[in-house]
């Protein structure tokens, strides 16, 4: 049983078309209307890494974690069986606007709710960014999701047991000064990224701290930062180079008001030879924290 990789995101919003003159004219994605009033952001081969769905309020409607067949889709949900979480299959529309070939929801234990599906439908057509972003997602992944947990010995302890990620890392800091530290545990899946998720001990009302999309180049990141600029978005950490995985990058706010951290140059880990470590801070230059009002 083996979560491959983050798959896919849904997004709920009130406003498709915020996202879409964000996720073109910022993020560098293709934007591609879907069925029903939904839109879908496209970021490599895959039809669509970013589903975005009308809601009655901003959030991260759902994480989608993808398994290699259909076998190990059926051994996840046997797993989460076992440790008495219930899951529910997609619908066939559902799953028609996910494009895959099934899926299944759960919650886990910070109340979050997850999808995971197996064979991607796809017509993989070239990703063609209309301002020529190029982005890192082969096996790996569209990126990495940071998540709020009140409980995050027990989130991570789900994670790990039941769903076979491992743990990559520790942070454990003050965000601010005379603030008591808190924990981010930073997980793996199969897939060669440092972390696929992270839990925060925060809360946050979208269910999101943040989204991690990697480009190709420092160029693409600088670039990305002038759009901020340029499109009012409003910048939440300045650039840096993160300790655990090596990432440049700065964050900003979305329009689903959760950040989204924009960077280059994450490692690749092999994971038959690595030591687990605790850092007592983020990074090694810069993500100076600017506010996220």
């Known amino acids: 049983?083996?979560?491959?990789?983050?798959?896919?995101?849904?997004?709920?919003?009130?406003?498709?078309?915020?996202?879409?003159h964000y996720g073109t004219a910022v993020l560098g994605m293709a934007a591609i209307d879907g069925p029903g009033g939904t839109l879908y952001l496209k970021m490599d081969g895959r039809d669509f890494r970013f589903l975005i769905q009308k809601s009655a309020k901003d959030e991260l409607y759902a994480s989608g974690w993808?398994?290699?067949?259909?076998?190990?889709?059926?051994?996840?949900?046997?797993a989460l069986k076992d440790a008495g979480i219930k899951t529910k299959n997609g619908t066939e529309a559902e799953r028609k606007l996910r494009k895959v070939q099934a899926f299944f929801t759960f919650k886990d234990p910070a109340g979050l709710r997850h999808e995971v599906s197996w064979g991607p439908i796809a017509s993989f057509s070239k990703f063609v960014s209309p301002i020529g972003t190029k982005f890192v997602t082969e096996n790996l992944g569209l990126g990495h999701a940071v998540l709020p947990?009140?409980?995050?010995?027990?989130?991570?302890?789900?994670?790990?047991?039941?769903?076979?990620?491992?743990?990559?890392?520790?942070?454990?800091?003050?965000?601010?000064?005379?603030?008591?530290?808190?924990?981010?545990?930073?997980?793996?899946?199969?897939?060669?990224?440092?972390?696929?998720?992270?839990?925060?001990?925060?809360?946050?009302?979208?269910?999101?701290?943040?989204?991690?999309?990697e480009v190709d180049s420092v160029d693409e990141v600088g670039r990305a930062l002038d759009r901020v600029?340029?499109?009012?978005?409003?910048?939440?950490?300045?650039?840096?180079?993160?300790?655990?995985?090596?990432?440049i990058s700065f964050y900003m706010i979305t329009p689903g008001g959760f950040q989204m951290e924009y960077g280059t140059g994450g490692s690749v880990k092999d994971w038959s030879n690595y030591k687990v470590f605790e850092s007592t801070r983020g990074s090694h230059w810069g993500h100076k924290f600017l506010g996220a009002g």
Not at 1 to 20: A, Q, S
Not at 161 to 185: A, K, N, Q, T
Request: proline fraction near 3%; hydrophobic fraction near 40%; glycine fraction near 8%.
């Open 1 to 20: 049983m083996k979560i491959t990789e983050l798959g896919y995101v849904v997004i709920g919003t009130p406003d498709l078309e915020k996202w879409r």
């Open 66 to 78: 993808s398994v290699d067949d259909e076998h190990s889709f059926e051994k996840v949900r046997a």
């Open 149 to 213: 947990t009140s409980d995050i010995d027990a989130t991570v302890k789900f994670w790990t047991d039941v769903m076979g990620f491992g743990v990559s890392d520790l942070l454990h800091l003050s965000l601010m000064e005379g603030v008591p530290p808190i924990r981010v545990y930073f997980l793996h899946c199969a897939a060669g990224r440092q972390h696929s998720l992270a839990y925060a001990e925060l809360s946050d009302p979208t269910g999101c701290n943040h989204l991690m999309v």
């Open 229 to 247: 600029d340029q499109n009012g978005v409003k910048l939440t950490l300045t650039l840096g180079r993160h300790v655990n995985d090596d990432m």
